[in-house]
């Protein structure tokens, strides 16, 4: 599932659902052990990923509904305290805008056409469910 909207012509947005279809590593990245956990040493390039859900048929040089999502980078500053004094940092943090989704909430399939849901409607530990939660997971 797609956690933030990436590219929207391309359907590439939050809570577009899909399945991983190739993984294309970095060019620097060594070769991989022939084992069960690989652990790389760069970030892959790209993902392949094939949408449920798009507009877009074709791109140049890959199959019919297939689609490259690249890695997103967000940076922030914090302000740590060393010997009394502030000193500002920057962090960057790159990643893969999705994440596996064997479930997911109700507001991140409002909007969605799924041929088959599980509704759970027991009451929650946190006693917060609603009319509206109800309405919301149904729609």
Same mark, same amino acid.
């Given at each position: ?5 990436? %590219? ?9 659902? =899909? ?40 791109? %140049? =040089? ?21 010997? =009394? ?14 994440? #596996? #989704? ?19 409607? #027991? ?13 919301? #997971?149904?729609?």
């Amino acid at each position: 599932m797609v956690t933030q909207n990436v %590219e929207t012509d391309l359907d590439i947005t939050n809570s577009a659902c =899909g399945t991983i279809v190739d993984i294309i590593l970095d060019k620097d990245e060594p070769s991989l052990p022939d084992k069960n956990i690989v652990n790389l040493v760069h970030l892959p390039s790209y993902i392949l990923v094939q949408l449920n859900r798009t507009h877009v048929t074709q791109l %140049e =040089g890959l199959p019919p509904c297939i689609i490259p999502v690249t890695p997103t980078s967000k940076s922030f500053t914090i302000t740590v305290m060393v010997d =009394g004094k502030p000193q500002n940092h920057t962090i960057k943090h790159c990643q893969f805008p999705m994440t #596996a #989704a064997y479930a997911f909430t109700n507001y991140r399939s409002q909007g969605q056409t799924i041929s088959y849901v599980l509704v759970d409607i #027991a009451l929650p530990p946190t006693r917060g469910l609603s009319l509206f939660n109800l309405y919301v #997971a149904l729609s």
